[in-house]
C-alpha cells in the first residue's frame, strides 16, 4: 500500500481529493496488469456511467504491449462524482498504443484520464484522442504524457485534446507533454478549450432546430471524434450511443 | 404577408435599422438593394431574431404572427426562411442530418407528421441537382468544403426543402459566377408561388436580370429611401445610389 496521494503528486493535482479519501486505498492503490504479446492485438472499452451511489471510481491499467503488438483503449468517463482512468502503457519495438476517449461531466462531477505511455523501444507509435463536454461545475482533465527514451529511435507518438465549456463555471485541464530523449522522433501534439459556436447555433436556430437539439447534435459528433480510431462500427456506435444517453441528461 | 412597420433596431447600442417600413404581400418578390452598409443584413438577422440584434421599436408581423416576439426557431416554423450572406460551416454535422433535422422540427412545431427518411431522400437528391450540387456534397458536413458559389447554392436547396412562407435571400447572389447566377436565378423563379413571398436583398442589379421582382425598395441609411417597379433597378445601375439619397432629400 502506497500514501494517498495529495495535490502536489503531479498526477493527482486535479484529483477530487474528498471523493478519494473514502476509498483510499481499498479500491484505490490498485494497478490491474494487462499484458499484450509480441504481435498481438487487444481492445478494451471502459465506460464509467454516471452512478450517483459512487463516490469515487478510480481504474488503473499498467499495460505491457511486446513487439509489434497493439493495444486500444476507449473509454467514456462520466461519473457523477469522481472517475479516474489511469493508463501506463510501455512499448515494444514498432508496437502501437491507441487511446481514444469522451468525458462528459454535469454539476459538481469531476473525470480525468492519466496516460503515460512509454517509448521505451524504437518504431512504436501511439495516438490518444481526447474530448470533453463540461457543464455546471464540473471538471474534466486529461493529462497525457508521451515519454521517449534514449534509443527509442523512429517514434510517432500524438495527441489530440478538445474540451467544450457549456458553462463558464466548468473547468478543464488538458495538459499534453512529452518527454524525450531520443533525436529521431515525431511527436505532435494539440490542446484547445472552446466554446459552441454560436453561429452555428444561430445557423441550426434560422432552419427551426430548437436549441436544445443544436446543442446535442454539435456535442454528439464532437464527442464521437474521441471514438473515430474504433474500427468495430458496432462497438463504435454502442459506445457513441452511451454518450449520447449522458449528452441528453446534461440539461 | 410580412408587414413590418417603423423598424428601429439595432447593435451594441448602435441604430442601424430606422424606422424601416415595408409590406411583402402574398406571392410577391420584392428586391431590396442598398450600398454596403446600409443595413440589408442587419434588417435579415432582425427578421431571423439573431442574438445581439435588438429591437427598439416597430413591428414585424408574418400573417400577422408577431415574429419580434418569438425565438430564431419558432420563427422558422411559422414561415421565415433566411438564406445567409455568410452560410456557416458546421464541421461533423451532415448536410443531410442537418436538414432532416430542420425540416422535421419544423414539422412538429406545426404539429405536422415527420417526414420519412426515404422521401426526404428523394428529394433532397432532386434538389441539390437541381442546384448543381451532389449527394456527396450533401453527405459531407454543412458546408465544410464548400466553395463560396457552391455555400450559396446549398442556401437555396434549404429553402427549397423547407418551402417556407418567406423567404429573405441575403445577397445569394454575391459571389456566384454567371452560371451559379442563373442556376440560382432558375431556383427563385421555381420557388416564386402564389402563397410563398421572396425578399431578395441584392447589392447588384445582375440578379433581377434573370429575376423580374414585383418591386424594388432601395435602402439607405436604415430606412426605405424609396421604392418602384423593376425598371428601378436599371436607374440605379445607371446613376448610381447616391442620385436617390438627392431624390429622398
Ligand atoms: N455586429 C455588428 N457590430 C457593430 N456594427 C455592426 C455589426 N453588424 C453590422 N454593423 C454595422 O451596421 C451597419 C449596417 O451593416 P449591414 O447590415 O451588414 O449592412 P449591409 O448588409 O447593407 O452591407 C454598418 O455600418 C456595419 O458596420
Ligand atoms: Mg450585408
Known amino acids: ?251 | 404577408m410580412l408587414d413590418i412597420k417603423d423598424l428601429t433596431a439595432g447593435v451594441e447600442g448602435k441604430t442601424i435599422l430606422n424606422g424601416l417600413s415595408l409590406t411583402l404581400p402574398k406571392g410577391e418578390v420584392h428586391a431590396i438593394m442598398g450600398p454596403n452598409g446600409s443595413g440589408k443584413s442587419t434588417l435579415a438577422y432582425t427578421l431571423a431574431g439573431r442574438d445581439g440584434y435588438e429591437v427598439t421599436g416597430g413591428s414585424a408581423a408574418l400573417d400577422g404572427q408577431d415574429l419580434l416576439d418569438m425565438e430564431p426557431h419558432e420563427r422558422a416554423a411559422a414561415g421565415l426562411y433566411l438564406g445567409l450572406q455568410y452560410p456557416v460551416e458546421i464541421p461533423g454535422v451532415s448536410n443531410v442530418n442537418f436538414l432532416r433535422t430542420a425540416v422535421n422540427a419544423q414539422r412538429r412545431a406545426r404539429g405536422e407528421e415527420e417526414i420519412s427518411a426515404g422521401d426526404f431522400l428523394r428529394a433532397m437528391r432532386k434538389e441539390a441537382e437541381a442546384f448543381d450540387l451532389t449527394m456527396d456534397h450533401m453527405k459531407r458536413g454543412v458546408n465544410v468544403g464548400f466553395s463560396g458559389g457552391e455555400k450559396k447554392r446549398n442556401e437555396m436547396i434549404q429553402m427549397a426543402m423547407i418551402e417556407p412562407k418567406v423567404a429573405v435571400l441575403d445577397e445569394t447572389d454575391s459571389g456566384l459566377d454567371i452560371d451559379a447566377l442563373r442556376v440560382v436565378a432558375n431556383g427563385i423563379n421555381r420557388l416564386r408561388s402564389t402563397d410563398r413571398s421572396i425578399l431578395i436583398i441584392t447589392h447588384y442589379q445582375r440578379l433581377l436580370d434573370y429575376v423580374e421582382p414585383d418591386r424594388i425598395h432601395v435602402l439607405k441609411t436604415g430606412r426605405i429611401a424609396t421604392s418602384g417597379g423593376p425598371e428601378l433597378a436599371a436607374e440605379l445601375e445607371r446613376e448610381g445610389y447616391d442620385a436617390i439619397s438627392a431624390e429622398a432629400a
Not at chain 1, 463516490?55 to 468517463?77: H, M, N, P, Q, W
Not at chain 1, 454539476?107 to 457543464?135: C, G, K, M, W, Y
Open chain 1, 1 to 251: 500500500m502506497s500514501e494517498r496521494p495529495t495535490k502536489k503528486d503531479e498526477a493527482w493535482r486535479y484529483a477530487d481529493f474528498d471523493a478519494l479519501k473514502e476509498h483510499w486505498p481499498d479500491s484505490a492503490d490498485r494497478w490491474e496488469t494487462v499484458d499484450v504479446a509480441a504481435g498481438e492485438t487487444k481492445r478494451e472499452l471502459v465506460r464509467l456511467l454516471p452512478d450517483p451511489d459512487l463516490v469515487s471510481d478510480v481504474t488503473r491499467l499498467k499495460v505491457t504491449v511486446g513487439d509489434g503488438g497493439r493495444y486500444e483503449l476507449f473509454a467514456l468517463a462520466a461519473r457523477s462524482r469522481y472517475g479516474r482512468l489511469e493508463i501506463e502503457a510501455t512499448l515494444g519495438d514498432g508496437a502501437h498504443f491507441e487511446f481514444g476517449g469522451a468525458i462528459i461531466g454535469k454539476a459538481r462531477a469531476t473525470n480525468e484520464f492519466i496516460v503515460r505511455v512509454n517509448h521505451e523501444q524504437p518504431n512504436a507509435t501511439s495516438n490518444q484522442t481526447v474530448r470533453a463536454v463540461l457543464a455546471d461545475k464540473a471538471t474534466g482533465s486529461f493529462l497525457g504524457k508521451v515519454y521517449v527514451a534514449r534509443g527509442a529511435q523512429k517514434t510517432d507518438g500524438s495527441q489530440s485534446s478538445k474540451a467544450m465549456l457549456l458553462d463558464r463555471t466548468a473547468t478543464a485541464n488538458l495538459k499534453p507533454e512529452l518527454e524525450i530523449y531520443a533525436d529521431d522522433v515525431k511527436c505532435a501534439h494539440g490542446a484547445t478549450v472552446g466554446e459552441l459556436d454560436k453561429r452555428a447555433l444561430f445557423y441550426m436556430a434560422s432552419r427551426g432546430i430548437p436549441p436544445e437539439i443544436a446543442e446535442r447534435l454539435m456535442l454528439q459528433t464532437f464527442v464521437a471524434e474521441g471514438f473515430a480510431e474504433l474500427g468495430d462500427d458496432k462497438a463504435r456506435e454502442a459506445l457513441e450511443a452511451d454518450a449520447l444517453g449522458v449528452l441528453e441528461a446534461l440539461r
